[in-house]
């Protein structure tokens, strides 16, 4: 059977499969369990309440446990024990091989750079396009044009910037732009960027940097927006400049979305996995954490190791994790 | 807003001046990609894509016609013709600067001047390229002399990487299967989390029951668990239920780990749908199903538009779930992510391959966005700010 037409009947079935659930599971629960008739309709009624909401979330929730919350768990039985040895319980063995490896810490010192640099140029960087763009008549194209490498893959992020970072030899054209401009601004030879440490990993970061100012532009744009004009208005009555209102006025009142925006593109940044794996694949000191993952888990096929370093992104990741939830439930209070 | 207070900023020149040196950072590599992939393989080697637009000084290697074109006048045997014509195709007009016969000095001769080839004759060449080749005795051999020329080739832009890539049918590494693949995972992967997550969500926005506050908080938790932890504990279960790799695990894998998403965002959207509406339904002797599919469902549209646009744009890209659980040793599977990364390994100078493949696969996403970005805003604006 051609794949496309396999994709087309599983829409169909899928689609077709779940309303047929949906449908005949209520179905079955007010005409057959618990019909709201006779003597005891009331009763029916109550007891059809109380089951229906399940009925609703049923598919979701097994879909959601079997998916996310079945393989943390799974994940964290397997960083203990050992696939060579039949799964062997091995207690935190894969973890002080892990810790004796230097790939592992440089990946983890990368993280952390990451960690560090991307969110913090994205939402600068956002925060400056959101305020400038507010500000013109064309700024609705401006922002729409910043936005638009949210649509792009990280795979075909790292080829448009591998061309701005191509190297040719020092007696040729240079095609990339960034040797073009280093060698007009009186460089003496063409660098290969992307195997000078460190400096590597900030070009990296750069791509991603490039994604993800749309994002904080578009969020904090809007939290600017919501600003009660009134504040504005006395600070400038008052005789504030402009900066004074930007930095006193209107970054005080956004904080909270600052956060927002800040959280949402770490957990981008600990998850980052194509950027590295298509650009560079963890060589010249570029290691992260989930490329790292990758490469033991399906290269070097050690399952201990790799389920190890996936628990080290989900222990960096659990902060967010109790700060959205604690958020969450406060709203809803 | 600076002229609230009757103060016209002086600042506002600067403004235009920064979102324009702004916009122009931001766009720069894209376009950079895109006009690359019109240009031929030489044009990408030896020159910057940003002078695609002027004309360009390129050294070329062009030859004179073959011998048998001689002809005889009195006693020279002569060849005439112009350097640019190939097979009786005329280039672009390119004007020759300076020309040479050997490849160790290209640039021996200003144009209109006279080479002596010894016993291969004497050549003239002008500016346009026409050549006077001409001996005292017959020539001889198969083909004609080598003129090494430096030109300035006006710009020239072509769709003949377009036509390799896409619909050459002998050319392994070409995008259109890789092409259909990718659509063949997103559609289902797009369509189906969200209709199972409409119905979650409705149950958590509007039925009571107990245990909801934490069923909501846990899918606020899930929306930041890594997807990096379930590819192994679910490769081993897609392998032990035998669906081992391919589309269905993806579709599966894709429907898993979009669901947080799904019902978080309509969830929220699902709340603020005015109560009366609801109840007076209710009141009406309307089922929660019939409620669902005739009142929340179609009001919820924008919101279902915004995550379907997530959905798609987060499946199209993916790399990560498709390697994993998609793609098989055989390959048949490949999606155009997979592709462009092993292009990038094999044919990592070949710009004119690689531009026109990542343009290939950026391209959908890209229309996508610019038709919907209306949807693509108001869910990222309904799924971090309150």
Redesign the interface.
Same mark, same amino acid.
């Given at each position: 059977m051609h794949?496309?037409f396999?994709?087309?009947l599983?829409?169909v079935i899928?689609?077709g499969g779940?309303?047929a659930y949906?449908?005949f599971s209520?179905a079955f629960l007010?005409k057959v369990l618990f019909p709201p008739r006779g003597k005891n309709a009331g009763r029916n009624i109550n007891r059809a309440?109380?089951i229906?909401?399940?009925l609703?979330?049923a598919?979701?929730?097994i879909?959601?446990g079997?998916?996310?919350?079945?393989?943390?768990v799974?994940?964290l039985r397997?960083s203990l024990t050992d696939r060579s040895q039949g799964g062997a319980f091995v207690g935190l063995a894969n973890y002080s091989q892990m810790a004796s490896e230097p790939k592992f810490w440089e990946a983890l010192t990368n993280n952390f750079l990451w960690l560090l640099i991307v969110p913090a140029f994205s939402t600068m960087?956002g925060l400056?396009?959101a305020q400038?763009?507010?500000?013109?008549g064309w700024?609705a194209i401006?922002k729409?044009?910043?936005?638009?490498?949210?649509?792009?893959?990280?795979?075909?992020a790292?080829?448009?910037?591998?061309?701005?970072y191509?190297t040719r030899p020092i007696d040729?054209?240079?095609?990339?732009?960034m040797n073009?401009i280093y060698l007009s601004l009186g460089g003496d030879e063409p660098q290969q960027w992307l195997t000078i440490p460190f400096w590597n990993s900030i070009l990296l970061m750069l791509v991603l940097i490039?994604i993800q100012?749309?994002?904080a532009m578009?969020?904090l744009s809007?939290?600017l927006r919501g600003i009660p004009?009134e504040t504005?208005?006395a600070a400038?009555?008052d005789g504030a400049n402009?900066f004074q209102?930007f930095f006193k006025i209107k970054i005080p009142q956004i904080a909270s979305?600052i956060v927002?925006?800040w959280t949402?593109i770490t957990?981008v940044v600990?998850?980052v996995?194509?950027i590295v794996?298509?650009?560079t694949n963890g060589q010249w000191e570029t290691q992260v954490l989930?490329n790292y993952?990758?490469d033991k888990?399906?290269r070097a096929n050690d399952?201990g190791v790799?389920?190890a370093s996936?628990?080290v992104?989900?222990l960096l990741?659990s902060p967010?994790?109790v700060w959205?939830?604690y958020n969450?439930?406060k709203?809803?209070r | 807003?600076?002229n609230?207070?009757g103060?016209k900023?002086s600042?506002?020149w600067a403004?235009?001046l920064?979102?324009i040196i702004?916009?122009g950072l931001?766009?720069?590599?894209?376009v950079?990609?895109l006009v690359?992939s019109f240009r031929t393989a030489d044009q990408?080697?030896?020159?910057?894509?940003?002078r695609a637009m002027f004309p360009a000084e390129q050294n070329l290697v062009l030859r004179t016609a073959a011998p048998a074109e001689q002809v005889q006048e009195g006693g020279l045997y002569v060849i005439e013709g112009n350097l640019f014509v190939e097979d009786g195709n005329p280039r672009p007009e390119a004007t020759i600067s300076v020309w040479g016969t050997s490849s160790r000095d290209v640039a021996a001769y200003e144009v209109g001047d006279t080479a002596d080839m010894g016993e291969d004759g004497r050549i003239t060449v002008a500016e346009n390229g026409d050549y006077r080749l001409e001996n005292d005795t017959e020539f001889e051999g198969r083909r004609g002399e080598r003129v090494f020329v430096t030109a300035k080739t006006p710009p020239e832009f072509t769709l003949r990487n377009y036509q390799n890539v896409l619909f050459d049918p002998s050319n392994r590494e070409g995008m259109a299967k890789a092409f259909?693949?990718t659509?063949?995972?997103t +559609? /289902?992967a797009t369509?189906?989390p969200i209709?199972?997550?409409a119905?979650?969500a @409705?149950?958590?926005a509007w !039925?009571?029951?107990p245990g909801?506050?934490l069923?909501?908080?846990?899918?606020?938790?899930?929306?930041?668990?890594?997807?990096?932890?379930?590819? +192994? /504990?679910?490769l081993?279960?897609h392998n032990e239920i035998g669906i081992g790799k391919g @589309?269905?695990g993806a579709? !599966?894998?894709h429907?898993?780990?979009g669901?947080?998403l799904a019902?978080y965002l309509l969830r929220n959207y699902m709340v603020g749908l005015p109560r009366d509406i609801i109840e007076n339904a209710k009141v009406d002797g309307a089922?929660?199903?019939q409620i669902?599919i005739k009142i929340i469902l179609p009001l919820s549209f924008p919101a279902l538009a915004s995550f379907a646009i997530f959905q798609f744009?987060w499946t199209?890209?993916?790399?990560?779930v498709a390697?994993?659980f998609l793609i098989d040793s055989t390959g048949e599977?490949t999606v155009m992510?997979k592709q462009?990364?092993e292009l990038?390994g094999t044919r990592g100078g070949n710009?004119e391959i690689?531009?026109t493949?990542?343009f290939v696969?950026?391209a959908v996403?890209?229309l996508?966005?610019?038709v919907m970005?209306k949807y693509?805003?108001r869910g990222?604006?309904a799924g971090?700010?309150?």
């Open positions: 794949p496309a396999q994709g087309l599983t829409v899928g689609v779940c309303l949906y449908y209520n007010d309440n109380m229906r909401p399940w609703f979330l598919p979701a929730l879909a959601l079997l998916y996310l919350a079945y393989p943390v799974e994940t397997l960087f400056l396009a400038l763009t507010d500000r013109i700024g401006a729409s044009l910043i936005f638009m490498p949210m649509a792009i893959s990280f795979v075909g790292a080829v448009i910037w591998k061309l701005v191509d040729q054209d240079q095609i990339g732009v073009a490039w100012t749309g994002f578009v969020i809007a939290a004009e504005i208005e400038i009555v402009p209102v979305t927002v925006v949402t957990i600990l998850k996995f194509d794996f298509a650009m989930a993952m990758y888990l399906f399952w790799g389920s996936a628990m992104i989900m990741v967010i994790l959205n939830v969450a439930r709203e809803m | 807003m600076d609230i207070a103060t900023s600042l506002t403004v235009h920064s979102v702004l916009v931001w766009l720069f590599p894209t950079g990609l690359s990408i080697a030896t020159s910057g894509w940003w259909f693949n659509l063949t995972v +559609i /289902p369509i189906i209709l199972v997550a119905f979650a @409705y149950a958590l !039925m009571d029951f909801r506050a069923l909501i908080a846990a899918v606020v938790a899930l929306l930041v668990v890594p997807l990096q932890l379930a590819l +192994i /504990p679910l081993k279960f @589309y269905l579709w !599966m894998a429907t898993g780990f669901l947080p019902i089922t929660d199903f669902f744009l199209w890209n993916d790399l990560l390697l994993v599977t992510t462009i990364v990038l710009w690689l531009a493949s990542a696969s950026i996403p890209l996508v966005f610019f970005q693509l805003v990222l604006l971090s700010v309150k």
